[in-house]
């Protein structure tokens, strides 16, 4: 008999080991687990029809350019012109929205990078201003991060950030977001 399909987690500790500083850190790294994620893009001269579909449903703007708007556990974040990335932390079906709707959850994954130090560290591996006049809450870029391709945003002024990137890449950034603040501090320990 086959084995059931089971959600997993891209990271193991072996690929992607905890780590601890020896005092207080001053940025955690955590992977956020079960999220729902997937690719809206509004359908030719129906942008108006899924903004509305999206308020009536969600209580939220769509956002116009690269912003994130949440409320509650949903949060839409501007991907392209007529694109979002849909992002939800409790199972949500986003299909019955007008648009063309692609779950991306079991092919992503996602990070939370908080702290002190989360801009600095951040900051070492990519190549767009975070400084807080440049980018602050709410704020949405798709980049880079160690050659790897990321949709970061910030979430608060700690500051916060998410970070989701292809599944594949996920333990090579966690990897590199360790080596980056190894001698600062960081506390990086897996979901679960």
Do not use: C, N
Not at 61 to 68: N, V
Not at 71 to 92: D, I, Y
Not at 114 to 119: N, V
Not at 168 to 191: C, D, H, N, P
């Amino acid at each position: 008999m086959a084995e059931p399909l089971v959600a997993r987690s891209a990271l193991r500790a072996h690929v992607a080991p905890p780590f601890a500083p020896a005092g207080t850190p001053g940025v955690t790294l955590r992977e956020v687990p079960d999220l729902t994620l997937a690719s809206v893009a509004a359908l030719k001269g129906r942008e108006a029809e899924l903004a509305e579909a999206v308020k009536a449903a969600y209580g939220l703007e769509l956002p116009q350019g690269p912003k994130r708007v949440a409320s509650g556990p949903v949060a839409f974040v501007g991907a392209g012109p007529g694109k979002w990335l849909a992002v939800s932390s409790e199972a949500t079906d986003f299909s019955a929205l007008p648009a063309a709707v692609a779950d991306q959850s079991d092919g992503r994954s996602a990070f939370r990078l908080a702290g002190p130090k989360a801009r600095e560290t951040l900051a070492t591996l990519v190549q767009i201003d975070l400084h807080p006049r440049a980018f602050g809450p709410g704020d949405v870029a798709l980049t880079h991060a160690a050659s790897i391709a990321v949709t970061l945003w910030q979430l608060d002024d700690e500051p916060s950030y998410e970070i989701v990137m292809f599944r594949t890449y996920a333990a090579t950034l966690w990897r590199w977001l360790v080596e980056a603040r190894r001698s600062r501090g960081i506390e990086a320990r897996l979901a679960g």
